[in-house]
């Protein structure tokens, strides 16, 4: 018999309102969580809405709020009934979770804000959603995810510089800020049941989307003196069009580029050295695609794919709302369900061992339907309920403080994860932030590499591969592995094995995301690890699953926003499809970050470890949910449709009349209507009065038969101003505007500086540099996320061994005699 799920017994209030809240807790819904949902007498507006445009009738709601709330409450109040402020306070007064954000009569008043539900109820998890943060200069700006991602600096990994600044598709910002409130949530209310402490958790949508965009530009510019990316450029190989639809490729290590050059039969570009780096080939764009458009549009997808996989070259076919459904791989991997409604939708982003399962879905509730059960409720006396410091719980050594080091941050506070050791042998971006996620809040994280075949990612240095310690010098692997040990050791040998397991056997958890026959080559797959330490959760992230046919496909960010249908929605009309570039390796990451804080609480309550699979194309099927979901209910297939939107009318990026100062690459200005008295304020400011007095102007349906107009003006009103003038009078009137920051500039912006975002550390090969924290602040700790630089190769080797696996200085010079660990890069680099 399965055990209950990770979160029985865990009660939530939701007193927020839409996309972000409705995530995060459907998160917590699918743990297992008891949430109930407060909405405004006339529902929450995402009951009726639809990216497609279909006709919702009024007695039933949509069907991508049916996916969002199965397994909830809804209990309708109002602030201004006094009985219904009653209900509401007594489910607070209940509840483990709160979480909040804007939008309805409960949530906008006084008493229930969040700072006052924290001193109200000092031993509960209040989750704050938000779009820039509960504090600072902008904690009022006029916004929409779209003029956010302008900020972040992302769309310099899309396009080309021949067209404006292209932003993506599916509100990503929400979905990361949900997901990160989830991961808030859980490690706040994992120290609440440990130490019987609550927390105020702080999420911005903004640092939300700074996390999840781009990889660490701000560290890149400072560590290497110029941009990541020194031209707006998506990568090449991209997504290309084939003879019957698209095919993604990507090449991030220097022998997948040369495979493909093998692939596509170009012997002068595998041996043509300046090709395999990325920068160069974004210079030469033009000549290069279509080269490789040539050979793609030749070959159908599926000719393509097979070869590719074969070469070991990353790839994918681009799937969207109507084809995804149909993957055999996903479909027979259980990665999709029916929706109690009749519609097909994305199953829970992870699979959990142990002996617990996710909560089947149940039907989300019609507004109102739980209000009379939980007054009922609440008229009947009330059994006493345990404080939360007080919950009988089962633990394992380490959980009862005993076990590894870290924990506290500068200002000694205890920590969500204190006492809990990681093995992280996890690389390039993905997998080492969930281990980076485990070390912000407190564990102690040792990140395992190999001298001859280290973290994949340190590859993309800033210094020639000629210069000592190369190896040092990428920021990418700086910013995903602050805070963690450095451990070097030849796993292919049995000494390092069984060092190796012998560490396994002290640890809490491993983590992993190589494709699946590389911990079974060593002989290390999840059967090995728990037969040594059956408390040991074992979380196992490869692109695609440890099963099924797809389970050796080589993946990375790109390729697996295309399969997942993420790319599809994102691109200009009269071209391909564009993968967001960055947001399903970030999310994949926060994802299985949400499903180990599961596992770790199953695993609190139970004492039993368990085998957790958490696969990135989950985490991305989950993100682009609404594709599926609307073609499954209404036969309507989602389409890109560039910098606009559906509901946002006018919503673009304009060029304004600034240039850098060195006279280079111009700036843009992103503006987005989100409803129709933003509509008049942007006709006052622009001075077209006419149009504020046209009735059939005043509905987004009316401005999207004349949008090209609108755009016509508003690109000429914009071209002739300053960026400032136009974002300041413009936010000013409550129209959502910002500039299109260059993403090795975001740490300037005045918002972020207030929150302290970025946090300088010191590393003694490169230097000082400022790192990105991670996007949850907890009032409790951590106050310092970035508390230690990114380890050396090997540089804990000393420590790992003698102090925590009790090897004598001897031995440890006999394993560096032999090899069995180091701290130099040694052999070929091009894997």
């Known amino acids: 018999m399965s055990e209950p799920w990770p979160l029985v017994g865990t009660r939530v209030v939701d007193l927020s309102s839409g996309l972000a809240g409705a995530y995060c807790t459907k998160l917590l819904a699918d743990g297992g969580a008891v949430v109930v949902k407060i909405e405004d007498p006339d529902g929450d507006p995402l009951r009726r809405r639809s990216a497609s445009g279909a006709a919702i009738p009024a007695t039933e709601d949509g069907a991508f709020f049916r996916f969002l709330s199965t397994s909830k409450d809804s209990v309708i109040a109002s602030a201004t009934v006094d009985d219904d402020v009653e209900l509401v306070s007594a489910l607070l007064d209940d509840a483990d979770v709160v979480v909040w954000a804007n939008g309805t009569s409960i949530a906008e008043d006084a008493r229930f804000a969040p700072a006052q539900l924290h001193r109200d109820r000092p031993g509960a998890v209040v989750v704050a959603l938000s779009p820039f943060g509960l504090d600072g200069p902008w904690r ?16 310099v990994q899309r396009g080309t510089p021949d067209r404006p600044p292209l932003l993506c598709g599916g509100d990503p910002g929400e979905w990361a800020a949900g997901t990160y409130g989830a991961i808030g949530a859980l490690a706040a209310l994992r120290r609440a049941r440990l130490r019987g402490v609550g927390d105020l958790v702080d999420v911005a949508a903004l640092d939300a989307l700074m996390f999840s965009q781009p990889l660490f530009p701000v560290t890149w510019f400072q560590m290497a003196g110029v941009p990541f990316r020194p031209v707006r450029s998506s990568q090449l190989p991209n997504l290309h069009p084939t003879a019957d639809g698209y095919v993604a490729l990507q090449t991030t290590t220097g022998q997948q580029w040369l495979d493909f050059c093998t692939m596509i039969g170009r012997d002068d570009w595998h041996d043509d050295e300046r090709l395999a780096r990325g920068t160069y080939r974004t210079l030469h764009r033009p000549e290069l695609e279509a080269v490789i458009e040539e050979w793609t549009s030749a070959r159908t997808t599926a000719e393509i794919v097979e070869l590719a996989t074969l070469l070991r070259v990353p790839v994918a076919e681009v799937g969207n709302g109507a084809t995804l459904p149909q993957f055999p791989h996903l479909v027979d991997g259980g990665w999709f369900a029916q929706n109690p409604a009749g519609f097909v939708q994305p199953s829970a982003p992870y699979r959990l061992g142990g002996g617990a399962e996710p909560r089947p879905f149940a039907p989300a509730p019609a507004v109102g339907r739980d209000t009379d059960r939980h007054r009922a409720r609440r008229s009947r006396p009330r059994p006493l309920r345990a404080s939360r410091s007080s919950q009988p719980h089962l633990a394992s050594n380490s959980e009862m403080f005993v076990g590894g080091g870290g924990g506290a941050d500068g200002g000694g506070v205890t920590l969500p994860l204190a006492g809990l050791r990681v093995v992280d042998l996890t690389a390039f971006w993905a997998g080492p932030i969930i281990g980076y996620a485990c070390a912000v809040l407190g564990a102690e994280v040792v990140h395992v590499e190999s001298t001859k075949r280290p973290d994949g990612i340190r590859l993309n240095t800033t210094r020639p591969l000629t210069e000592p310690q190369w190896w040092e010098w990428c920021p990418m692997f700086h910013g995903s592995n602050t805070n963690k040990l450095g451990l070097a050791i030849e796993l292919d040998t049995e000494r390092g094995r069984a060092l190796f397991l012998d560490l396994v056997a002290r640890s809490d958890v491993v983590l992993d995301n190589f494709s699946p026959r ?8 999840q059967d090995v690890l728990l037969a040594r330490n059956p408390q040991l959760v074992v979380l196992r992230a490869p692109a695609y699953g440890i099963t099924g046919p797809w389970r050796e496909r080589l993946a990375y960010a790109p390729t697996i926003e295309a399969q997942a249908g993420l790319a599809w ?12 570039s960055g947001v399903a390796d970030a999310m994949g990451g926060a994802h299985a970050t949400v499903a180990l804080l599961l596992a770790l609480e199953h695993r609190r309550r139970t004492g039993r470890g368990m085998y957790l699979e958490c696969p990135m194309v989950g985490a991305a099927l989950n993100l682009a949910a609404e594709q599926v979901v609307e073609h499954s209910a209404y036969g309507r297939l989602l389409e890109r449709s560039g910098n606009r939107s559906a509901t946002h009318v006018p919503q673009g990026v304009y060029r304004t009349a600034d240039v850098d100062a060195d006279g280079g690459q111009d700036r843009w200005v992103a503006v987005s209507v989100a409803d129709d008295a933003q509509w008049r304020a942007l006709c006052r400011v622009i001075e077209r009065r006419d149009w504020a007095d046209d009735p059939s102007l005043g509905t987004a349906t009316g401005r999207r038969a004349v949008e090209d107009e609108v755009d016509g003006v508003l690109a000429a009103w914009c071209g002739s101003r300053p960026t400032g003038d136009i974002v300041e009078s413009l936010s000013t009137a409550g129209v959502p505007a910002e500039p299109v920051v260059p993403a090795h500039e975001h740490d300037g912006l005045a918002q972020v500086r207030w929150r302290r975002l970025f946090e300088p550390v010191e590393h003694p090969v490169t230097g000082t540099a400022d790192f990105i924290g991670a996007p949850f602040r907890l009032a409790n700790g951590p106050h310092v996320h970035n508390r230690r630089h990114a380890p050396l ?12 696996l009790g090897l004598a200085d001897d031995d440890v010079d006999a394993l560096e005699a032999d090899g069995v660990v180091g701290d130099t890069v040694v052999g070929g680099v091009l894997h």
């Open 140 to 155: 009022d700006r006029p916004t929409t995810d779209f003029t956010r991602q302008a900020l972040c600096g992302g769309h």
């Open 518 to 525: 590389v911990l079974e080559q060593l002989g290390l797959d």
């Open 569 to 580: 929605i994102s691109g200009f009309t009269d071209r391909g499809p564009e993968p967001p």
């Open 793 to 804: 190769l090997g540089e804990h080797n000393r420590d790992v061994l003698t102090r925590i």
